[in-house]
């Protein structure tokens, strides 16, 4: 039993605060919802050069083979900074799905180039439906021997606009299946939605495009279990990063900020707030890395299953009820576009709905418990 | 207790309906209201470049004005109509279900009244007729960035200059400024007195030397309000409203409008109607999260919850009707509406799933253009902006229920 | 437009609060707590006395005649005062019932009784199923011309101990029919069951009970529609009254309180919830009202049914807060049981359960809604 | 970060359940704790008139006792275990999935560490062994009428008259008094000090002249607290811990207990377990409600947030085990654990729908013995004694964030 970081956790931690500080200030994520890529190709290599695409990948394809709580520790860092970009589209939609289900050969291909930063990938998962079920996936697949040629629509995809690559989960008539498709062939057409979040995600329509299966025919909703968990974890340790900081400029205003001669923060109905904010930001940190932990260590998977739905269904609530007192505490400053604190409270959202909100986990939390 | 007009609020109901279905310009027709950053509104239409908007916003200000009914509160002899405020409410009722826009903003509701109340008739002369007309709008210049919930802690300074002020300072949240003409404000005029009791009330030229309005421009990338600087701005004394220093009170004048905010209780009834009818319809199915039990039990909750918020509006009426003024009610509503107006938003928006996301307008993917992601991010400032819920509760609790100070 | 009372709501009320001071206060409610009984006979001769147990009741039968909103406005002070025994069960459920379903010779036989206070009645409608529809009514009964055998469980009967006589929803063939059966009859067997507000709700065991139609046989649903939605305003309104005092007991005690050298109403913390309470409070007081008058007037039976499905909606759970604040804000005195404020606390339970709680109505909003 | 056992915590932790497995008495197996009134535990029992309780009250602390497990925190010098905070965590743990009592109440837990850490070695070597071999059971008296959450502000005088103090004056809330055998309490010593600087902590026998405990009937009809009145009482200088005037500081002491409250956490799981198990069970069926889906989603959200309940205590642990002392966790923990047992006793009164009203434990009809609804009046003063919920966040929000005091 201990809840601590490790001390490689801990460096990891450090040096990529120090970094984002340094390489991806507010001005950079201003800049970024403005800009069409959506990410800076500059910052993108020097992370890169940080090892932090390749973190998960082994060594033998060019990562350096840290586990998944590692990654956790890391992304927390790029919830607080709100670092723009493909990241998690590339390294938990690409890199784990190839992990996941690439055969050796597919691998040793499209690892490297992850772990590089050369490659950027995406997962295209949902579509029109916007369900997360296995009845969602009615993208056509047609599978001929290692070739699958596509045709439907996927939506929300995050950064395809971007992506060299998509893995891709469609129908055949074998089931579920997931492919790797380039991105440069006529039959992918990719359109790029405004968001509240003005993060970069996309409607992708297939028109006979043709990739590579991945994973066995008819195996791809078994093969995405491991990959969404891994993602909507993901999704929930940006959260924990965004609403602690989110929380910290919210403390410091509440000091600074003088009405009435006295800070704000010495009235209590801004300490209580602060004092739940804090509880909510905790909550959600260890929720989160509980399900990081049994997905890292291997518990068995029912376990692993209630601690992912659980740690969706805190963290998609208790990081908006941050963000929301956030905005209160701050006042009319707080809603302007040039305070940094609503850049925080756009982004949650996309958090929160990202692979299932609060209500969609604790449904299955509900199931799992006999309910 | 009635919930039901008397005849002749029901007569007058009528005749207000029967207009507003006659007059209304087509522009206005179906309207659901004005936006946050005021498009849609007749301030906004009257300085648009849109010779078509520009003609609908003097249209309708010309019809009002023929039925008095710019200024339905003010006194007859000061150009208005003089309604009751039973007669207020239901005007302010039917302008509300048909979405029609009101005319004359801050000029009817805050800076008329006061120069009625306050002014002197050289005040009156000049002002009054050119807000009825349409000719001139107002903005209010009361917010500063260190003064908020603090209000009375304002720092803008006007030293006196002879027959002027000289003003030097900055207001914040100035709504509307960048379509007003003039602008209303409160200044610090004797920094030594107790801060209630050093402040003035003046009118300006929003086009004066040195004054300068910069948009904010707000989280949902809409521009609602602006900062306005002043820069030795130069002020005729003559544009003090009451005596100098006496400023606080002239502007915390209680109005005898009717103040149910009955409007914001319709917008959410209609908003959620359009919503469950979108929902179940087939074109909103398909947008629709697949578990979508998780928002019916909050969209009932929502309904009822716009039931309280009506009678709220309801009692202020009742309140006024009787000759009382209201206490803590105000407040109530205030807080309440606002706080409603957030949990609506939320669960508007969760009834969409993944489609929440989605910001345009104008994508065939954003269900019912996008409106409720756009209000969650719109509704934010709403318990924070005309006392914040924060204050309300303390209002209430002290003014109201009787509770000491802190 | 008016959401004031009438004159002579004014006076009843004023009146109501008066007696209920002196008649009823805080040491009677204690003692009927523990009293087998649970009401006093005298003082319910003495509310006979104000016309109360009649106040409904057309003159010609023995009563005032007032209408219906006046009676919620007596009942508000009744939730008020907490005032014990078989006021709502003798007047809502017998009295409402026999107004609406009786014949003449019904009406004549049993409402000046009822008026007078001679006689007590209840309504037993739920059953071990707990059930408030159509179907939770499976009690056995035979009819046979204006008689009826009745056979079954009745639970959750209110004063059933002390009434003289039941109204009883049962099935027979026709489908579901009321009766009006005397208690004192070998078939009819009542117990008491301990409840959190130390009211008297009863299991009633029918074997082979004989008693009168109540109404047409096979009517009886129709027929209890309109008595249910008086009696659930009904509760509404003693909610009202009941959390008023609960937030006016609380308030004065925040008044007085001193701890860190300052009443503690003068914390935020504290004035805060307690502008939350008379929020709470208020909007039950008139979403109740707007169910009671349109009962009262004879609205739409679309709206009078989502009206009076609101108000309970609400009631339930905003009376449920408020009562709850009163507790957090008197500290540990309120735990005592000698402290007032608790026997309001018991007491919501009670009526937030009555004739549905929350939920149950929220679902019936939702139903008329379209949803 | 490791949610499981190192080899020698789950080495220690198999000890642990053996030994409760073995020894715990059948009157404790299957236990799900004390009540409210402290019924089915050690205090009670120990003074039981009922001979086998008394002789399993015996008989446990006993067993106990051969393995210095009756106070598992305090150093062996002492008696204790000396056990680490990360054992002591494992032990409370294994105890509580147990359901098993623990012994010595608050002599264990508050009384004894503040004499090992203040105490003269005379006072050590009268009292500490007594608590260890069950023979006295220790109850607090710190609150009154006039202080509860500013404790600092009590006002039971004990007036020095040569080797005695005399003491005058009420405590409140004194929980389990009637069950001890001596009390610990504060009293003023200095009414001229600054008021943490004036009261000191005493020992006396609540057998003393002068001294009369009365019940608190709670509003669940059960005596979990009394009243002490203290009239003229006379206690000897010896029994003061500490320096006079300085007992504030004693009393205050931060003890080197694990700080969990993990067994809040294991008997809310377990109660939840419970409830589920029996409300799809033939049994439970019967009396859970119809529209059952409406307390679907909220059982669903108490077992998230136990979940994160669990999370605090772990994390309390971790802090506590890394040598360092934890800050504003611990008020976090007790606000979220009271406030959470509130909702999941909302939330399981709410399944049973009219059953929700019974209060019987032995009726037939009380679904489960009536134990939700029971635990719907017993949560409410949770959020009250102990440091009330308001005061925890002021705590968190002062201490822990360092927001200015208001």
Not at chain 1, 121 to 130: G, I, K, R, V
Not at chain 1, 311 to 333: D, F, L, M
Not at chain 1, 363 to 370: D, I, N, S
Not at chain 2, 374 to 383: E, I, K, L
Request: hydrophobic letters at 40%; charged letters at 25%; aromatic letters at 10%.
């Amino acid at each position: 039993m201990d809840l601590g970081l490790s001390e490689q956790q801990e460096l990891l931690k450090n040096a990529a605060r120090e970094f984002l500080e340094n390489e991806c200030p507010e001005q950079h994520v201003r800049d970024m919802e403005e800009d069409e890529k959506g990410y800076s190709p500059e910052l993108w290599g020097q992370m890169a050069e940080q090892g932090w695409q390749g973190l998960l990948i082994p060594e033998e394809h060019g990562g350096v083979g840290f586990d998944f709580l590692d990654m956790c520790v890391l992304l927390e860092e790029f919830g607080r900074a709100l670092v723009p970009g493909p990241f998690m589209s590339s390294v938990l939609g690409g890199g784990v799905s190839i992990m996941e289900a690439g055969s050796d050969a597919q691998k040793s291909e499209f690892l490297p180039g992850i772990a590089s930063g050369d490659l950027i990938f995406s997962l295209a998962l949902t579509e029109p439906s916007a369900r997360f079920d296995e009845s969602g996936i009615e993208c056509e697949a047609t599978v001929s021997g290692n070739d699958v040629t596509l045709n439907g629509t996927k939506l929300f995809v995050s950064d395809a606009h971007v992506a060299d690559y998509l893995v891709v989960a469609a129908r055949s008539s074998a089931g579920v299946c997931l492919s790797i498709i380039a991105t440069d062939q006529d039959g992918v057409n990719v359109t790029p939605l405004q968001t509240i979040a003005r993060d970069k995600q996309c409607e992708v329509v297939l028109n006979n495009a043709s990739g590579q299966l991945l994973g066995a025919d008819g195996a791809g909703w078994d093969l995405l279990k491991p990959i969404i968990q891994k993602y909507t974890v993901a999704e929930c340790a940006y959260l924990v990063g965004l609403s602690q900081m989110d929380f910290e400029i919210a403390v410091d205003y509440a000091k600074e900020r003088v009405q009435f001669g006295r800070p704000i923060g010495s009235f209590q109905a801004i300490q209580h707030k602060c004092a739940d904010m804090v509880t909510d930001v905790d909550g959600s940190r260890f929720i989160m890395y509980k399900a990081a932990w049994s997905i890292a260590t291997d518990q068995p998977d029912d376990e692993t299953t209630m601690a992912v739905n659980m740690a969706k269904a805190w963290c998609s609530e208790a990081t908006r009820r941050v963000v929301a007192h956030g905005q209160q505490i701050h006042g009319g400053i707080g809603f302007t576009k040039d305070y940094k604190v609503q850049l925080y409270f756009r982004r949650q959202k996309r958090a929160e709905l990202a692979f299932g909100d609060a209500d969609y986990h604790r449904e299955l939390v509900a199931q799992q418990l006999g309910l | 207790m009635d919930w039901s007009d008397t005849t002749v609020q029901s007569t007058f109901r009528d005749d207000v309906r029967d207009f507003i279905m006659t007059r209304l310009p087509d522009r206005y027709q179906g309207d659901s209201g004005e936006g946050e950053d005021f498009s849609g509104g007749w301030q906004a239409d009257r300085k648009s470049e849109d010779a078509k908007a520009r003609g609908a916003a003097e249209n309708w200000a010309g019809a009002l004005s023929e039925k008095g009914w710019v200024a339905p509160a003010w006194p007859k002899e000061y150009g208005g109509a003089g309604l009751t405020v039973m007669e207020q409410f239901i005007f302010n009722q039917e302008m509300a279900e048909s979405g029609a826009p009101s005319v004359g903003g801050m000029g009817v509701s805050m800076l008329g009244p006061t120069l009625i109340v306050h002014g002197s008739e050289e005040q009156k002369a000049e002002h009054l007729p050119r807000i009825l007309n349409g000719e001139v709008a107002w903005a209010q210049g009361y917010s500063e960035p260190g003064a908020g919930s603090d209000l009375a802690s304002l720092q803008t300074r006007a030293v006196r200059d002879g027959d002027e002020y000289v003003i030097n300072g900055q207001k914040i949240w100035t709504s509307g400024a960048h379509f007003a003409d003039w602008l209303f404000t409160l200044v610090r005029t004797n920094p030594d007195a107790p801060k209630h009791r050093g402040i003035s009330f003046l009118m300006l030229d929003i086009t004066s030397p040195g004054l300068t309005v910069r948009p904010i421009i707000d989280m949902g990338w809409n521009h609602p309000f602006n900062e306005t600087f002043f820069e030795d701005v130069k002020v005729p004394v003559t544009n003090c409203i009451g005596e100098e220093d006496r400023g606080w009170y002239v502007g915390m004048t209680l109005l005898d409008f009717e103040r149910s905010g009955i409007s914001d209780a319709i917008s959410y009834r209609r908003g959620q109607k359009e919503l469950r009818e979108f929902l179940v319809s087939g074109a909103g199915k398909q947008f629709t999260r697949q578990d979508f039990s998780v928002v019916r039990k909050e969209l009932a909750d929502r309904a009822v919850e716009t039931e309280v918020l009506f009678n709220f509006a309801f009692r202020i009426v009742s309140i006024q009707d009787s000759g009382m003024v209201p206490n803590y009610e105000a407040s109530v509503n205030k807080m309440y509406s606002s706080e409603l107006h957030q949990r609506m938003a939320r669960t508007s928006t969760k009834a969409w799933g993944l489609y929440g996301n989605l910001w345009a307008e104008d994508s065939a993917y954003s269900p019912m253009n996008a409106a409720h992601v756009r209000d969650y991010v719109g509704s934010v400032p709403h318990t924070i902006f005309s006392g914040s819920s924060e204050i309300q509760r303390n209002v209430i609790a002290t003014r109201g229920l009787g509770l000491p100070r802190g």
